[in-house]
């Protein structure tokens, strides 16, 4: 398009981000851990095609404003007033050490996610402690880092925490089934190999070709009956749920065994079926932490935190990403703070999965492939 002043000069080829009014913040290179993903867009807005690959690499945007006389947001940035930063950060650190857990005695666990060489069975792998952070050492410092969450919320009586709501619920099925229908080229195959049989019986014995009669009476009998499913247990799941638990779920969304499609299915399977636990509490701002982005408050969406709950093994601590954050106040009530740590709302990942293949589906035939 022309720029909104076609006689202005300085309006073609804009590159001087000092008059811009947006700008995104640049990565240093080399330090983009994040998980690989499939990027598809053919004129769609970017909320729909960065939604799913943010909430799978557990990223987070960050949107802030720069007034005049805040320290640059990276080195040698020359902005205007009121320029607003668009970021996306990692806040899990799940793929590159984190915790996830732990407890008041022992202190929490330092892990990384791993995901096996399969494509389904994942889990937290412990390693080293690190040292511990050097700004959490510095006077005045206020935040919290992913690779060493420093939040415990402790729910007692004489804690921050006003009211609180704990759902838990452990894993599930160990095995995972799907299909109905053969894999590509199996019904054909033996198509093929009826007709070709068929008609070289015929040829030796010096009738007509048969091989087409004989394939639509055995049609019937052979398809959709080899290699129609397939199965997937998680031994890890099995061994840690102990000798009673859900034995086998049907994993909908994949007809067509041991295609793209079953293998999506059973993954959605397994993710809807993990162990998962969600905790709403609310708090008094102060009490100890501030709540806010880092440099304004110790912690905001995105950051790995931790709390207690009561009723649950003395001194287990549950970490988790905070998925939520509102302020309520009224007449009555001092300003409160209402915190979510884990599933803010649980998706369907059947339907997630459908909608993926969906979308990878359109692009293919957007870009004329099919």
Known sequence: ???????????????????????????????????????????????????????????????????TGDPPPWEGAKLRNGCLIIDILDKSGYTTGTSFGGDLFTGLLYAVQQFATDGFDDGTLPIPDPNF?????????????????????????????????????????VQ?????HSMPGVNELISAT????GDM????????????????????????????????????????????????????????????????GLRASMWATREIFTHKFSVADGLPWLVGQNGFGHFYVGDRIGSTVRGTP??????????????????????????TIGQRIPVDPVARAFERIQAIMGAIHDLGVI
């Open 1 to 67: 398009m022309l720029p909104d002043d076609p006689l202005d000069a300085n309006q073609w080829f804009d590159l001087d981000q000092s008059s811009w009014s947006m700008v995104v913040a640049p990565d240093p290179v080399g330090q983009d851990n994040s998980v690989f993903a499939i990027l598809l867009a053919r004129f769609k807005d970017f909320f729909t095609v960065a939604k799913p690959i943010l909430q799978d690499a557990q990223l987070t945007p960050t949107f802030r404003r720069y007034l």
């Open 133 to 173: 952070p050097e700004e959490y050492y510095q006077p005045g410092w206020i935040g919290t880092l992913p690779q060493c969450p420093g939040i415990i919320y402790r729910e007692e009586a004489h804690s921050g925490i006003q009211t609180s709501l704990f759902t838990g619920s452990p894993a599930k099925d």
């Open 314 to 339: 003395p001194g287990s601590i549950y970490v988790d990403r905070v998925s939520e954050i509102t302020l309520t106040w009224d007449r009555k009530t001092a300003p409160t703070w209402n915190i």
């Open 201 to 264: 019986i015929a040829m030796m014995i010096g009738v007509p070709p048969i091989g087409g009669m004989l394939d639509s009476l055995l049609k019937p009998l052979y398809t959709d009956v080899f290699l129609s499913f397939m199965a997937w247990k998680d031994p890890s799941r099995a061994q840690s749920l102990g000798f009673s638990h859900y034995r086998e779920r049907f994993a909908a969304g994949g007809d067509n065994a041991y295609t793209i499609s079953a293998l999506l």
């Open 194 to 197: 009826v007709n070709m049989a």
């Open 176 to 180: 995972h089934v799907t299909g109905g």
